[in-house]
């Protein structure tokens, strides 16, 4: 017998309230197969998707069945993101480097394009890990009446209602907010690293750089011709020098 999921309640969150934004760049760009109008749209459609899950996809990451069965129309756009949620490289890359809370937190993020409402959610879902392990957890996700709401079958999860401008710093993406490795793992990887610089670089803005003609563009050259002496004078022994011939008679 499962365990119920854990109730919490919803905070007043950018998403849950409605916006009247005009069009701008607040506004998230929504990938879905319901408006695709050529093959490079459906290109671009995956591309968004592997960006929302992984941030960034390998060539090793891709999965050209899953991205084959989607072009086909085998799949919809939902069940190729529970197949790169349920990939070897997600399961790698954020379960097995995470605590089930911090998972949790970057699923909800990536999935259900929001944060989490508060600590007792994080352990309301870390509960369903814990008892269903990774894949029954995806799947309650992407079955949540949330999910299907707001992204349904055809359309790639993105960060709702980002709002940008009101703070000194706005918003910030998901996948900055949360990287893929948690402190104690960063650690353990050595990161961060600090590289140390002996030689101090100085940096000449271009309108204060010599121009064609300038002569301090031949200063080191002038330099060097100071330097460079001429043959030097013979070295001769006291023992060969004819003390008579060379003072001068008077």
Not at 36 to 54: G, P
Not at 183 to 207: C, D, H, K
Request: overall charge neutral.
């Amino acid at each position: 017998m499962s365990i119920p999921l854990l109730s919490y309640a919803p905070l007043s969150q950018n998403q849950r309230v409605a916006g009247f934004e005009t069009g701008s760049d607040e506004q998230p760009r929504i990938f879905s197969t319901e408006n695709l109008l050529s093959a490079t749209d459906m290109d671009i459609l995956i591309e968004a998707a592997y960006r929302q899950i992984f941030f960034h996809a390998f060539a090793c990451d891709r999965q050209p069945i899953l991205e084959s069965q989607l072009r086909t129309g085998q799949i919809t756009v939902r069940d190729f993101i529970q197949g790169l949620l349920l990939s070897d490289t997600y399961q790698k890359s954020f379960y097995n480097l995470n605590s089930n809370y911090r998972f949790v937190e970057q699923c909800v993020q990536r999935i259900l394009g929001r944060d989490v409402y508060s600590e007792r959610e994080k352990i309301a879902w870390s509960i369903v890990v814990a008892t269903k392990g990774m894949k029954g957890f995806i799947g309650e996700l992407l079955d949540s009446e949330e999910y299907l709401d707001n992204f349904g079958y055809d359309t790639v999860p993105y960060q709702r209602r980002r709002v940008l401008p009101g703070r000194p710093q706005g918003e910030l993406p998901f996948n900055i907010k949360s990287p893929r490795y948690d402190e104690y793992y960063r650690a353990q990887l050595g990161f961060p690293q600090s590289i140390w610089q002996t030689v101090v670089r100085t940096y000449i803005p271009q309108e204060k750089q010599p121009k064609a003609g300038d002569p301090a563009k031949y200063l080191a050259m002038a330099k060097g011709l100071n330097n460079a002496g001429g043959n030097p004078p013979p070295k001769v022994s006291a023992f060969n020098i004819d003390i008579d011939s060379s003072v001068p008679y008077r």
